[in-house]
C-alpha cells in the first residue's frame, strides 16, 4: 500500500491509500523522500479556480473552450504536484537504451536518488527513461531537487527576458519563484531590482544579490526612474499572477522594454491598463511557460537542459535552494499545509511535504 493526496472538493485535502502493483518491464518503483507544494500554480485546484475545471484545452487548436460535450477535470483530483524527489527501490528488466540526443540519460539503479514528477504520494511506478539522467550529484542534498522543477520556470523566465551585464531588471514577486529568477539574473550579470510587498522576502532578494528591494506601494515605477536615471528598467519579470503588478511592470520598463509574464494568472484583468504605459512606449508582453523555452533558443536549450542547468547550480553552492524551506509537514498533516498557504501565505516560501 501507498498513500496518495487527494483533493476531494475546493479547500478539502485527503489522504487515501492505494494498492501498490506490480512493475511492468522497463519501469521503475521510486519511494518518495520529498514533495513540494507549488503555492501558484498548485493552489488553483485547491481553491477551484484552475481554468481545466471550467474549460477544455483543445490541444489541436491551443484553446480552452466551454464543450460541454468533452470530458474535463473535475473532482476529486489526484496526482497534482510536480516537485517530488525519492529513491529508486525497484528496477524492472529495461530494454536497452535508445539514443534520444542530447537529453537521454544515465539509466538508474536501486539506490540512486532521484528527482522528478509524480505528485505527492509515497511511491510512483514510472517508466524508466523518464528518470534517466535525473539522479542526484554524490553529496547533493535530496530536501534542494524538489527545486529543479520551480527552478526551471525561473531560469526560463530569465532566457525569455535575454538579460546580461549592464541590463536592468525589475523582478516582481518575491515568492519562491521570483527569488530563484532573482538569483539567475545576478548570476547572468543583471542589476536587479526586486519588488515585494513582504520584508522577509525583500531580504532574501537583497541576500541574493538584488541591488534594492522595493515595496508596491505607493509607486514602484517611478522609484525605478529614479534609480535608472529616468529611463526605466530595460525588462521586468512579473512572476506574482498579480494583474496589478502585472501591470505596474508595463510601467517599469523604458520605451520599447519587455516583459515577461512568467506567473499563472486567474479571473479578469481589470488593473491591467493597456491603454497607458504599455501603449505610449511600445511595451512587449511575452508570455513565459515551462512547456517550452524561448523562440530563439530552441536549437540548443530544451527543458531538461533548464533543470540540469538548476542542478548544477545548486550542486556547485551558486543557488542555495534549500534555505527557501521555511515549512515542512508530515504527508498525513498535508491539510494544514495548504491551510497555511491559503490563509497566511506571506509567512512561507517554500513549504514541502516529507514520507517516512
Avoid at 473535475?74 to 497534482?80: F, M, T, V
Avoid at 496589478?244 to 512568467?262: I, K, M, Q, Y
Wanted: hydrophobic share 45%; aromatic share 6%.
Amino acid at each position: 500500500m501507498y498513500r496518495l493526496l487527494r483533493f476531494a472538493g475546493p479547500g478539502k485535502v485527503e489522504i487515501i491509500e492505494s494498492q501498490s502493483v506490480a512493475l511492468q518491464p522497463g519501469e521503475v518503483r521510486v519511494r518518495t523522500l520529498f514533495s513540494g507544494i507549488s503555492a501558484g500554480t498548485e493552489m488553483t485546484a485547491y481553491r477551484g479556480t484552475n481554468p481545466y475545471l471550467t474549460s477544455v484545452w483543445n490541444p489541436g487548436i491551443r484553446l480552452f473552450q466551454q464543450d460541454l460535450r468533452e470530458p474535463r477535470l473535475g473532482y476529486p483530483l489526484d496526482g497534482w504536484g510536480y516537485s517530488e524527489v525519492g529513491e529508486v527501490v525497484e528496477v524492472a528488466a529495461v530494454p536497452d537504451p535508445v539514443d534520444e540526443g542530447k537529453d537521454a540519460g544515465r539509466p538508474v539503479k536501486v539506490g540512486d536518488t532521484v528527482w522528478g514528477i509524480w505528485g505527492h504520494q509515497s511511491e510512483a511506478i514510472l517508466p524508466a527513461k523518464t528518470v534517466a539522467g535525473h539522479q542526484l550529484p554524490e553529496g547533493m542534498d535530496p530536501l534542494a531537487a524538489v527545486f529543479v522543477r520551480v527552478g526551471a520556470i525561473a531560469l526560463n523566465a530569465v532566457l525569455a527576458a535575454d538579460l546580461g551585464v549592464g541590463s536592468t531588471v525589475a523582478i516582481f514577486g518575491q515568492g519562491v519563484i521570483g527569488l530563484l529568477a532573482t538569483r539567475f539574473a545576478v548570476l547572468n550579470g543583471a542589476t536587479v531590482i526586486a519588488v515585494d510587498g513582504i520584508r522577509v522576502r525583500q531580504n532574501k532578494a537583497l541576500a541574493w544579490g538584488a541591488e534594492e528591494a522595493l515595496a508596491p506601494d505607493p509607486d514602484p515605477a517611478a522609484r525605478i526612474r529614479e534609480l535608472t536615471g529616468g529611463m526605466g528598467c530595460d525588462c521586468a519579470i512579473e512572476l506574482s499572477g498579480n494583474y496589478r503588478a502585472l501591470h505596474e511592470a508595463t510601467r517599469a520598463v523604458g520605451a520599447d522594454g519587455t516583459v515577461v509574464a512568467a506567473g499563472f494568472y486567474q479571473g479578469g484583468a481589470a488593473p491591467l491598463r493597456l491603454g497607458e504605459e504599455f501603449h505610449h512606449n511600445r511595451v512587449q508582453i511575452l508570455a513565459s511557460q515551462i512547456g517550452s523555452v524561448p523562440n530563439r533558443l530552441r536549437t540548443r536549450w530544451s527543458v531538461p537542459r533548464l533543470e540540469q542547468t538548476v542542478i548544477a547550480s545548486i550542486a556547485s553552492g551558486a543557488l542555495d535552494a534549500a534555505s527557501l524551506v521555511t515549512h515542512r509537514f508530515d504527508i498525513a498533516d498535508a491539510a494544514k499545509a495548504y491551510e497555511l498557504l491559503d490563509n497566511n501565505p506571506e509567512s512561507a516560501l517554500q513549504t514541502v511535504l516529507e514520507f517516512r
